[in-house]
Structures are given as structure tokens and as C-alpha cells.
Nanobody, 127 residues
């Protein structure tokens, strides 16, 4: 199975940018559909963005469209989340997750559809 480790979180002012990384080990990330999720204090975990195995299909929640970009580098076995124009409401612990998928185009849009999770990285956006 795959192990995932997130990094890149931190404290940033509103309007700033961060790039989160999700490094995979144990299995090649190209075998998995991937997603980024977040959980703010007192709230349920929500999907932020997801990407299919092929990278050809992506899903973004409305609140991050135009600001966040997911990408995957299968050669580096890493998935990235570029976050621009950050807002205080983006403050949360961000998790990456993976699910093995036979179809290259499969895309899961809910946290319950993913099997393997990292430990999370905290993002704090100050106003």
C-alpha cells in the first residue's frame, strides 16, 4: 500500500501563496487517483480538489476555483497543491489521500471514496 506525507503548510497573510506537497512511498502514485482535503476546527473534512490517475480529470470545490491548482509529478511520486490568493477561510489542516483506481479517468469527489491518508499539514491564513 501507499504511504503519504504532506508538507508545505505554514502561516501566510491573506493574499499570499503556499504550495503543498504530498510525497508518496511504497507504491507509485501513478496507480492512484489523488485528492486534497481540509478540515477546519469544528467542521467536517471537505474535499478541496481531486485528480484522476491520468491527470486528465480534475474536480475543484467552488470556493477554490481559480485560486488553487492540483498537479501530479509521477516521476517524483508527488502530488502538489498550489494555493494562491489565500483567504482566512482557507485556514485548516490539509490532507492528501489516495485511492487505487483501475480506470485512468476515475475521479472521487468525496473523502469517503479514498483509502489512504497522510497525517496532514496545517495552513493558517491571517487577515
Amino acid at each position: 500500500q501507499v504511504q503519504l506525507v504532506e508538507s508545505g503548510g505554514g502561516l501566510v497573510q491573506a493574499g499570499g501563496s503556499l504550495r503543498l506537497s504530498c510525497a508518496a512511498s511504497g507504491r507509485t502514485v501513478s496507480s492512484y487517483a489523488m485528492g486534497w482535503f481540509r478540515q477546519a476546527p469544528g467542521k467536517e473534512r471537505e474535499t478541496v480538489v481531486a485528480i484522476s490517475r491520468s491527470g486528465g480529470s480534475t474536480y475543484y470545490i467552488d470556493s477554490v476555483k481559480g485560486r488553487f491548482t492540483i498537479s501530479r509529478d509521477n516521476a517524483k511520486n508527488t502530488v502538489y497543491l498550489q494555493m494562491n490568493s489565500l483567504k482566512p477561510e482557507d485556514t485548516a489542516v490539509y490532507y492528501c489521500a489516495a485511492r487505487g483506481a483501475l480506470r485512468l479517468s476515475w475521479l472521487g469527489t468525496g473523502p469517503g471514496e479514498y483509502d489512504y491518508w497522510g497525517q496532514g499539514t496545517r495552513v493558517t491564513v491571517s487577515s
